[in-house]
C-alpha cells in the first residue's frame, strides 16, 4: 500500500516538475487515469453537498434548467389553446352569417316574386293557394367559373341534376333582376347559364314606360339592345327601365332586365336602343334558379 501511494506521489512530483513527459507511455496513462478518477469523485461529492432547503447542487441545477422550460411550454400551450379556440368561433360566426345571407336571398327573391304574382292574381284564397310552394322552388347556387372565351356569354353555377336543375330554368341575381338561363348539357353537380349579355341570346323585353316590345340581346361585351323596335312605335326614353314580356315562351313576365341608355334611329325601319342591364357580372357570386314555371304559378 506504501509503495503504491509512494508511486502516485512520485507521478504528481514528475507533473509538476515538467518532467511528466519523459516518463513511459504506461506511467502518463495511469496518472491520466488517476486524475480523472479524482476528478469525478469531486463533482460526485460536490453534488450531493446541500445548498440550501430546496435540495442539492444538483437538484437545483435541474430546476434551474427545468423551469424556464416548463413556463415556455406552458405558455406555448395557453397560445395554442386561445388561438383554437378563436378559429373555432370565427368558424362558427362565418356559418352564421352565411345562413343569414342565404335567409336575405331567399326573402328578397320571395318579395320580387311575390310582386309579379300579386300583379296577375286577384282573389286572396287563390293567392294563398298558388304561394305554398314558393319558398322551397327558389335554388340558391354558387357561381364557380365562366366561359373561358368570352365571360359575357355564360358563367357555371355549382347546382346540376342531382338538385333537379333543368334546361331553360331562369336565373336571377341576389336583386331579383335576370341574368339567364340554365342552358345543355345540364351534368350531375354543375350546370352552364346563358347570359342575357351573349350575342346569341334572345328575350322577350317591354319598356316599362310606354309598353313598347322588342327583343333584347347582348352585345357580347356586356350591355345588350333592344332590337325590332320600329321607328313608328311610341317614344322611349333614356333612363326608361326594361323588363321581360313573357312572349319568349321561357321568361316570366316582369322581370327586371336593365335600363335604357342611347336610343337612336337604324335605318329607316328600326331604331337602335342600348340597354345596361341591371345584372352585374362582376361581384356575382350568388344566382337564384326558379326550379318552377312562374308562366304557370
Same mark, same amino acid.
Given at each position: 500500500?506504501i509503495?503504491?501511494c509512494?508511486?502516485?506521489s512520485?507521478?504528481?512530483? /514528475? ?5 511528466f513527459m519523459?516518463? !513511459?507511455l504506461?506511467?502518463r496513462?495511469a496518472f491520466?487515469?488517476?486524475s /480523472? ?8 461529492i460536490?453534488l ?10 444538483f437538484k437545483?441545477?435541474f430546476?434551474? =434548467?427545468?423551469t424556464? /422550460? ?8 395557453r397560445e395554442?389553446?386561445?388561438f ?8 362558427d360566426?362565418?356559418e352564421?352569417?352565411?345562413k343569414?345571407r342565404d335567409?336575405?336571398f331567399y326573402?328578397?327573391?320571395e318579395n ?6 300579386l300583379?296577375?292574381?286577384?282573389e286572396e284564397?287563390?293567392i ?7 319558398s322551397?322552388?327558389l335554388?340558391?347556387?354558387? =357561381?364557380v367559373?365562366? +366561359? ?10 355549382n347546382?346540376?341534376e342531382?338538385?333537379?336543375?333543368k334546361?331553360?330554368?331562369v336565373?336571377l ?11 345543355n348539357?345540364? /351534368?350531375?353537380?354543375t350546370s352552364r347559364?346563358?347570359l342575357i349579355t351573349?350575342?346569341?341570346s334572345g328575350?322577350?323585353a317591354?319598356?316599362t314606360?310606354?309598353?313598347v316590345s322588342?327583343?333584347?340581346r347582348? +352585345?357580347?361585351?356586356?350591355?345588350? #339592345?333592344?332590337d #325590332? ?7 322611349i326614353?333614356?333612363?326608361?327601365e326594361?323588363v321581360t ?5 321561357i #321568361? !316570366?313576365?316582369g322581370? !327586371?332586365l336593365?335600363?335604357?341608355l342611347?336610343?337612336s334611329r337604324?335605318?329607316t325601319?328600326f331604331r337602335?336602343?342600348i ?5 352585374q357580372?362582376?361581384g356575382l357570386v ?6 318552377f +314555371?312562374?308562366?304557370?304559378f
Amino acid at each position: 500500500m506504501i509503495s503504491s501511494c509512494s508511486k502516485k506521489s512520485r507521478l504528481i512530483e /514528475l507533473h509538476q516538475s515538467g518532467r511528466f513527459m519523459a516518463l !513511459p507511455l504506461k506511467e502518463r496513462k495511469a496518472f491520466r487515469l488517476f486524475s /480523472l478518477l479524482i476528478l469525478g469523485h469531486l463533482v460526485l461529492i460536490s453534488l450531493q453537498v446541500p445548498r440550501s432547503e430546496d435540495g442539492t447542487l444538483f437538484k437545483q441545477a435541474f430546476l434551474a =434548467v427545468l423551469t424556464p /422550460l416548463q413556463a415556455a411550454m406552458s405558455g406555448m400551450s395557453r397560445e395554442i389553446s386561445g388561438f383554437w379556440n378563436n378559429y373555432l368561433l370565427w368558424r362558427d360566426i362565418r356559418e352564421q352569417n352565411q345562413k343569414l345571407r342565404d335567409e336575405v336571398f331567399y326573402l328578397r327573391q320571395e318579395n320580387i316574386l311575390l310582386k309579379t304574382v300579386l300583379q296577375r292574381l286577384g282573389e286572396e284564397a287563390e293567392i294563398r293557394e298558388r304561394l305554398k310552394n314558393l319558398s322551397s322552388s327558389l335554388i340558391v347556387a354558387a =357561381v364557380v367559373g365562366s +366561359d373561358a372565351a368570352n365571360i359575357y356569354k355564360s358563367i357555371v353555377i355549382n347546382r346540376g341534376e342531382k338538385h333537379k336543375i333543368k334546361a331553360d330554368m331562369v336565373v336571377l341575381d341576389p336583386q331579383g333582376n335576370l341574368v339567364g338561363r340554365v342552358i345543355n348539357p345540364v /351534368l350531375a353537380w354543375t350546370s352552364r347559364v346563358q347570359l342575357i349579355t351573349d350575342d346569341t341570346s334572345g328575350v322577350g323585353a317591354v319598356t316599362t314606360g310606354k309598353g313598347v316590345s322588342g327583343v333584347l340581346r347582348g +352585345d357580347g361585351h356586356g350591355r345588350c #339592345y333592344l332590337d #325590332y323596335v320600329l321607328v313608328s312605335s311610341a317614344e322611349i326614353n333614356v333612363g326608361e327601365e326594361v323588363v321581360t314580356s313573357g312572349f319568349d315562351g321561357i #321568361y !316570366p313576365a316582369g322581370i !327586371p332586365l336593365g335600363r335604357v341608355l342611347a336610343v337612336s334611329r337604324e335605318g329607316t325601319l328600326f331604331r337602335k336602343i342600348i340597354i345596361e342591364p341591371f345584372f352585374q357580372l362582376n361581384g356575382l357570386v350568388q344566382v337564384g334558379v326558379l326550379a318552377f +314555371d312562374l308562366k304557370k304559378f
